[in-house]
Protein backbone atom coordinates (compact mmCIF):
# COMPACT_ATOMS: atom_id res chain seq x y z
CA UNK A 1 0.00 0.00 0.00
CA UNK A 2 2.00 2.68 -1.67
CA UNK A 3 0.49 6.65 -1.28
CA UNK A 4 0.91 8.68 -4.15
CA UNK A 5 -0.27 12.48 -5.26
CA UNK A 6 -3.39 11.74 -7.36
CA UNK A 7 -2.54 13.00 -11.25
CA UNK A 8 -5.52 15.57 -11.20
CA UNK A 9 -4.90 17.78 -8.54
CA UNK A 10 -2.04 17.13 -7.22
CA UNK A 11 -2.88 17.86 -3.77
CA UNK A 12 -4.53 14.81 -2.27
CA UNK A 13 -2.80 11.24 -1.84
CA UNK A 14 -4.40 7.91 -3.21
CA UNK A 15 -3.77 4.45 -2.70
CA UNK A 16 -1.87 2.47 -5.79
CA UNK A 17 -4.76 0.95 -7.42
CA UNK A 18 -7.06 4.30 -7.16
CA UNK A 19 -6.82 6.46 -10.36
CA UNK A 20 -7.89 9.85 -8.82
CA UNK A 21 -8.43 11.22 -5.35
CA UNK A 22 -12.01 11.07 -3.64
CA UNK A 23 -12.58 14.93 -4.02
CA UNK A 24 -11.24 14.78 -7.88
CA UNK A 25 -13.98 12.11 -8.64
CA UNK A 26 -16.61 13.96 -7.06
CA UNK A 27 -15.64 16.98 -8.92
CA UNK A 28 -15.62 14.80 -12.22
CA UNK A 29 -18.73 13.43 -11.81
CA UNK A 30 -20.52 16.57 -11.16
CA UNK A 31 -21.37 15.98 -7.75
CA UNK A 32 -20.97 18.77 -5.05
CA UNK A 33 -18.29 18.09 -2.61
CA UNK A 34 -19.60 17.44 1.18
CA UNK A 35 -17.36 18.45 3.80
CA UNK A 36 -17.57 16.30 6.76
CA UNK A 37 -19.76 17.79 9.67
CA UNK A 38 -17.72 18.59 12.79
CA UNK A 39 -20.02 17.57 16.06
CA UNK A 40 -19.94 19.69 19.10
CA UNK A 41 -17.32 19.06 21.61
CA UNK A 42 -19.81 19.28 24.28
CA UNK A 43 -22.47 17.57 24.21
CA UNK A 44 -21.47 15.17 21.01
CA UNK A 45 -24.59 15.03 19.27
CA UNK A 46 -25.22 18.77 17.73
CA UNK A 47 -23.34 19.48 14.99
CA UNK A 48 -21.04 22.78 15.59
CA UNK A 49 -21.31 26.10 14.38
CA UNK A 50 -19.29 27.17 11.46
CA UNK A 51 -16.10 28.41 12.94
CA UNK A 52 -17.01 27.04 16.48
CA UNK A 53 -16.25 23.76 18.01
CA UNK A 54 -19.88 23.78 20.02
CA UNK A 55 -23.37 23.56 18.96
CA UNK A 56 -26.02 26.34 19.12
CA UNK A 57 -27.52 24.88 21.83
CA UNK A 58 -24.65 24.46 24.61
CA UNK A 59 -23.48 28.07 23.38
CA UNK A 60 -26.96 29.23 24.67
CA UNK A 61 -26.79 27.64 27.81
CA UNK A 62 -23.03 28.95 28.71
CA UNK A 63 -24.26 32.37 27.64
CA UNK A 64 -27.22 32.47 29.88
CA UNK A 65 -25.35 30.69 32.65
CA UNK A 66 -22.50 33.89 32.22
CA UNK A 67 -25.46 36.09 32.43
CA UNK A 68 -27.09 34.64 35.67
CA UNK A 69 -23.73 34.58 37.56
CA UNK A 70 -23.27 38.74 36.34
CA UNK A 71 -26.60 39.41 37.34
CA UNK A 72 -26.12 37.86 41.15
CA UNK A 73 -22.90 39.66 40.87
CA UNK A 74 -21.27 35.79 41.55
CA UNK A 75 -17.73 37.42 40.61
CA UNK A 76 -18.18 40.29 42.86
CA UNK A 77 -18.82 38.47 46.02
CA UNK A 78 -16.60 35.70 45.44
CA UNK A 79 -13.70 38.16 45.30
CA UNK A 80 -14.46 40.08 48.50
CA UNK A 81 -15.16 36.90 50.27
CA UNK A 82 -11.51 35.94 48.84
CA UNK A 83 -9.89 38.87 50.65
CA UNK A 84 -11.71 38.06 53.72
CA UNK A 85 -11.91 42.02 54.37
CA UNK A 86 -15.03 44.72 54.18
CA UNK A 87 -13.22 47.12 51.61
CA UNK A 88 -15.16 49.82 52.65
CA UNK A 89 -14.84 49.32 56.54
CA UNK A 90 -11.14 49.87 55.81
CA UNK A 91 -11.33 53.01 54.70
CA UNK A 92 -11.88 55.03 58.17
CA UNK A 93 -9.06 53.31 59.69
CA UNK A 94 -6.45 55.52 57.24
CA UNK A 95 -8.04 58.51 57.10
CA UNK A 96 -5.19 60.35 59.13
CA UNK A 97 -5.97 62.59 62.08
CA UNK A 98 -5.30 66.37 61.29
CA UNK A 99 -5.25 69.65 63.11
CA UNK A 100 -8.07 72.33 62.63
CA UNK A 101 -6.63 73.66 59.73
CA UNK A 102 -6.64 70.09 57.59
CA UNK A 103 -2.95 69.99 57.73
CA UNK A 104 -1.14 67.30 59.58
CA UNK A 105 2.19 69.17 61.95
CA UNK A 106 5.77 67.61 61.07
CA UNK A 107 5.75 66.86 65.13
CA UNK A 108 2.04 64.83 65.14
CA UNK A 109 4.21 62.95 62.29
CA UNK A 110 7.44 62.09 63.62
CA UNK A 111 5.11 61.03 67.29
CA UNK A 112 3.27 58.85 64.83
CA UNK A 113 6.28 57.83 63.47
CA UNK A 114 8.37 56.61 66.48
CA UNK A 115 5.55 55.37 68.06
CA UNK A 116 4.97 53.02 64.68
CA UNK A 117 8.99 52.09 65.49
CA UNK A 118 8.54 51.37 69.08
CA UNK A 119 5.75 48.83 68.36
CA UNK A 120 7.68 47.40 65.68
CA UNK A 121 10.55 47.02 68.22
CA UNK A 122 8.06 45.67 70.55
CA UNK A 123 6.40 42.97 68.23
CA UNK A 124 10.02 41.61 67.27
Not at 77 to 95: C, F, L, Q, R, V
Not at 114 to 121: G, I, K
Request: proline share 5%; glycine share 6%.
Amino acid sequence: MKLSKCPRCELNYILDGETYCKICRLEMKGEPIREEIEMCTVCGEHPAMPGKDICLFCHKEMSNEDQDDRDNDGLRNASEASIGIDPISTMDEIIPDTDDDGEMSLEVLGEEEAEDDQDEEDDN
